[in-house]
Each structure stands twice: as structure tokens, then as C-alpha cells.
């Protein structure tokens, strides 16, 4: 006997088999991980979203949020430019062109406005413009300099650490663009921007500036290469007195600082990333930097947070390697990392170019690596043994100990916090160095240098004059440093408040 089967059992049977054909494998389910909430809470407000789609609001304040963190990434990671593009126009503004010197023949002092100037040193700085071709620098003897480029980066090394060897001699500075074969009977100097800026040091001896000024003025020559044989008259200017400004700017006029770095040099100079960073915030090679209302008032506030971030890392670095003894002491270094390139194993430390560069100018790697003998270094504090800002108000004492290891000299200087330029008392140089008429030394050798409004009794020679109600902050500088420094074995020691 047959069973039939019913047409209603039949169809049912039908949809399920069709279901299992095509309703697929079951859904995933959605890690938490990658889910957005419809509500977030974050440092820049509440955030919404309706099934990750972000709301009207939201937008607009990730948007404004984007542009703000990337007007503080620029300061951040262009203020070397800036910091050469204020250099240059303030030398202009002091009647210096391009390719003229500015001597500063009675030494530099608190009138000019100058990152960490060296008041012991006679000064020359000059800016060369490669557009129209290579161009020759003559370099005198017996002096220390280097060649950065626009973005601040080092070119070559001049004088006694360079490749002349103190000699002097003839440096041929090349554009980016130059594919001509270099003649020969020159040092080469190949430089990824056509504005190129030169700095030479040159130190008296028992304070005697006349020697130096008339090797400048005698040995040091610029002109083009096409005018050798029969170049034009080096001019020098006199800076020493002068009142003028080449330090950046640290509001909105800032981003128009770099900018001219941008129009004017080749658009390979940079890497892409830094490019796209500054094109992020409308900075473009070929086209106006005009932000509208909305952006000028978030780059304005950009930049007042970049200065406070890179005043907080260059005077309370939380690296550990910013310490010349961390733990230990509040002396610091300016190149953390011992690399004039910033890098660590192989990545650039953005905070240690910042440090610097904020506050110090002028890349060499004899100012960042360890050479006994050689180059020279910086030792940086702006704290007393207790962790507290130097205060001018108040009165300190640093005793340097016996055996102060140098081969050639050293100094330590005072500089105003809020310009990182010398400190401007109605002293000169508000500093003391061992050249000349030096610190007295004490019994035992070791020297105390005193710090305050007024000089201690007898002590007038050991003292460095402050101003009642600022700050101010200190560098120590080792000319030809020996291993003791590096070791360790040789310490400064630590700025002592007087009661």
C-alpha cells in the first residue's frame, strides 16, 4: 500500500531545503573591539555616531580637532625652519643682504635678539642664495663654523672641525639642482635648499678681538663661483650693539615664517610626510598661505599650545636621556641622543629636534658627539638643587671643581627664558669664561660662580648679574672637552640657593 504525501508537507520540506541553500553561513558576531558606541566621551567633547555613522556635530569637531593638532605637529616639526627664516630677516632688516657678512666685531650681546648666542666669540653670519649657481666661501683660519641649510640641517663643518682643518680654505657651496661636473681645488658643500646660512666662531685670546675681526675681514670672502679670478668686495656689517630680532615668532605669524621657507625652496626639500603636514594646514608650494577666519583662530590657538609644549620640552624633559645624570642632577643636555640628526635606532626623536631647536641654533655633529678632544659641548640647566626655576630675584652659587677638563676653553653664560637669547642686564656679556681675565679659582682649584642681583662681597669677578623678577637659565660650554667629561669622572655641580 503506497502513502502519498501531503501537498502542504511537501512545500514546507521545499522552503526549508531553499533556506538552507541560500540563507549562507549564520553572521558573525561583531567584536566589541570594532564596534562604535552611538555615544563617546573624549578630551575634545562627546562624539556621536548612529551605527558608526559620525553626527553633524561630531564632524565638526573632529574637523576642528584634525586642524588644531596639526597646526601644533608643524610648529612642532618646522620651527628649524622657522627659526633660519626669522635668522635671515632679521639680518636684512639689519641692512645685511644676502652674501654680505654680519661681523659682530666687539662680540654679540643682549641688544640682539639671537638663540643662545656665545658672547665670548666673535661672531660672522651670513645667508648665501644659490638660485643663480654655486657660490665660493673662503674660510679664514683658526676658527669653528658650519654651513646648515634652510631647514636647518647640517651641510658641512668649516675651520678647525672641518675638512681644512683650521687652515682655512676654499668651500664650494652647491644648489640642489647643480649637475655640473664640480671643478676641482675646493671643498664641496652640497645643499638640499638654495638659502644656505653660514656661521664662524672665532675666539680672542686674552680678549683680544683686533687679530680676530682683521682675519675675518682679510680671509673670509663669499661671491659666486661664476665671478672667480675677479670677485666683487666682501661686505661686512657691524652687528655688535645692534637692536634686532632673529628669533621666530611664537603666535599665528609663526606658520607664515615657515611658508616662506616653502615658496622658496624646491618642493623636494622636505619629506612627503612633512610636506603633507604643512599642506594639511593650507601651507603649499606655488599657492598663498591666506587661512580664512575659522582657521586663523584654531592655528592661532595651535600655536599658543605648540609653544607651551616645546617650552615644557625644553625645560622639563621627560626623557631620561635628556639628563646628563638622570636622577642625579638637574643638568641637561641640548642633543639628546649624542645625534645631530636626532635619530635613535634609526627613528628621529621628534621631542630631542624640538628641544633643540627651540632653543639652540646651528646643526654640527661636533657640538652632539662624544669625541675627547674634538668639538665642543653644552651643558643646559634652568633649575637649582631643589627642582625650582632659576629665579633672578634670587641668589645662587655653582661651584665647577678643580681640573675643569678642556683642552681649549670654557664659559657659562645666562639667557632670558622667554627669548632663549642673552640674558639683558646692564652687563655686556652675562657670562663668564676662562679666557682672559677668568673667575678667580679657589684653594683647591675648583671656582664658584655666583648668580644673583647683586655681586657678593670680594666676589665680583665670580659673579653673573641677574634681574630681580625674571628667570633665567644657564649654559655651560666645554671647548675640546677630555675624557673625564665623558666619563663622568668630572661633574658640575648643582646651583645652590643662598639664604
Known sequence: MKTRTKPRTMMAALVVTLLL???GPALTEIPESIR???????????????????SKETVKQVYENLDFMR?????????????????????RNAGVEDGSVLLFKNRIN?????????????MAIAWVDLKKGPVVLASPPNTRGVLND??????????NPGPDKGKGGKYLILPPDYKTKAPAGYFMARSRTYGVCIMIYGFPKNNKLKP???????????????AEGKPDKTRFINGSGKSFNTVHANDISFYTEVNTIVQEEPSDSLNPELSGLLAAIGIKKGYPFNPDERMRGILTEAASVANATARTIEFRPRDSEAWLYPGESTWSKSFIGDNHEFLRNGARDL??????????????????????GKGWQRAVNSLDSDGNYL???????????????????????????????MLPTDHAFPGLSSEGNGPADNEDGSIDIYFGPKAPKGKKGNWIKTIPGKGFWLILRLYQPLKPWFDGTWRPGEIELLK
Open 150 to 159: 634652510a631647514w636647518s640641517r647640517h651641510i658641512i663643518d668649516i675651520g
Open 71 to 91: 597646526g601644533v605637529e608643524v610648529f612642532l616639526n618646522t620651527c628649524q625652519g622657522a627659526s633660519l627664516a626669522a635668522l635671515r630677516a632679521g639680518m
Open 212 to 226: 680676530v675681526v682683521e682675519n675675518f675681514r682679510k680671509k673670509m670672502k663669499i661671491y659666486e663661483l661664476a
Open 21 to 23: 541553500i541560500f540563507s
Open 351 to 372: 621631542d630631542a629636534r624640538t628641544l633643540f631647536h627651540f632653543g639652540h641654533n646651528f646643526v654640527t655633529p661636533v657640538m652632539a658627539e662624544k669625541s675627547v
Open 36 to 54: 562604535t558606541p552611538d555615544k563617546v566621551k573624549t578630551r575634545i567633547g562627546t562624539l556621536t555616531f548612529n551605527d558608526g555613522f559620525p
Open 391 to 421: 629665579d633672578g630675584s634670587k641668589r645662587y652659587k655653582l661651584t665647577l671643581p678643580p681640573d675643569i677638563p678642556v683642552k681649549g676653553h670654557w664659559s657659562i653664560v645666562a639667557y632670558d627664558p622667554q627669548t632663549r637669547s
Open 110 to 122: 643682549a641688544n640682539t635678539l639671537l638663540l643662545t648666542a656665545n658672547p665670548e666669540a666673535v
